[in-house]
């Protein structure tokens, strides 16, 4: 029998990832694809490929409670580039509960959550963005009300140089320019390949309840394949493209508590001295993905640059 999964942002970069990924396998799941706009062109895309798609709002509690009916799983994440949360950092946490009260309801048996962790307690008070607390809190909230799940620490992800336009090639220069906020150039990241690598790791996740729900409830997974700075990624494009490259660091993002995360980032570092990858995560049997996969898979297309 397959197992139906709510998938939330389903038409963004994460529950995208995941929404496709688990309609490849309509053996083993059907996809409830969550988003505010059912009729925009993602969604009407992921209804082609056999999603249903229904339309929820975090931010409304009676919406999500009938979205999650009859669901036996929920991939969860909150998106703090949505303009009610960029307006209203505090919303993502009460987003993120009002999933939590969701999915008790409905009776959900596998909850896998998107999160962070604290930056208050990983910078010593120093540097507290809301966008790390909103997520640790509700991680707080998933144990309190004894939801069974999963917790996924993401990395920085390499989409975001092309979502973000973070990297771009200067044809007068003939040289690639990756702009980003804050972030000094030798600074290092855990970095996700999210579209192969956080869809990879859910569903492995879901595939494994029943047989390691014990060794798999309120864990957290690192999803991230390695630690790379600015200048390793533009070393990567230097050597699969044969472009020289420039990183220059923006002064701000426009948003106070993106900002501080970003500043975390340069001071703390990301997730301290955790070997990457996970080996919770290779148990799993995933592999994950490098950034010459995405400089070759996506970048470099994306740049309109040749491989070397």
């Known amino acids: 029998m397959t197992r139906l999964i709510a998938v939330c942002g389903a038409t963004g970069n994460q529950g995208g990832s995941v929404a496709k990924l688990l309609l490849e396998h309509s053996d083993q799941y059907r996809v409830r694809a969550l988003t505010r706009d059912p009729q925009s062109a993602p969604a009407r895309n992921l209804a082609v490929l056999g999603a249903e798609v229904v339309k929820a709002d975090l931010t409304i509690p009676s919406e999500l409670h009938d979205a999650l009916r009859e669901c036996w799983g929920v991939f969860g994440v909150t998106n703090f580039y949505d303009s ?4 209203d950092p505090g919303s993502e946490e009460r987003q993120g509960k009002n999933l ?15 999160t962070l962790p604290s930056s208050h307690k990983i910078s010593g008070g120093r540097l507290v963005s809301r966008i790390y607390e909103g997520k640790y809190h509700v991680d ?25 336009s973070h990297m771009k090639y200067n044809h007068v220069l003939d ?5 980003q906020p804050i972030i000094k150039e030798d600074t290092k990241l855990a970095m996700l390949y999210v579209q192969k690598d956080l869809s990879a790791v859910t569903k492995a996740v879901l595939d494994n309840w029943d047989a390691r729900k014990d060794e798999l409830n309120y864990r957290y997974l ?8 600015p200048r390793d990624i533009l070393a990567s494009v230097k050597k699969l493209a044969g472009k020289d490259g420039v990183y220059i660091c923006l002064p ?5 508590d993106r900002d501080i995360m970003f500043q975390l980032y340069n001071e703390v570092g990301m997730y301290g001295t955790k070997e990457l990858p996970d080996e919770n995560i290779l148990k799993l049997g995933v592999q994950m993905h490098n950034i010459d996969d995405f400089v070759r898979e996506v970048l470099a297309p994306h740049l309109g640059l040749p491989l070397l």
Do not use: Q
């Open 222 to 229: 690192y999803v991230a394949n390695a630690r790379l700075t």
């Open 175 to 179: 040289r690639v320019e990756f702009h």
């Open 140 to 164: 707080d909230y998933i144990r309190e009300k004894n939801v069974p799940a999963v917790f996924l620490y993401t990395g920085n992800f390499y989409e975001n140089m092309v979502l973000r």
């Open 84 to 87: 009610k949360i960029k307006d």
């Open 252 to 256: 701000n993002t426009g948003v106070p």
């Open 100 to 114: 939590v009260d969701a999915a008790i309801a409905n009776g959900v048996k596998c909850f896998v959550w998107s």
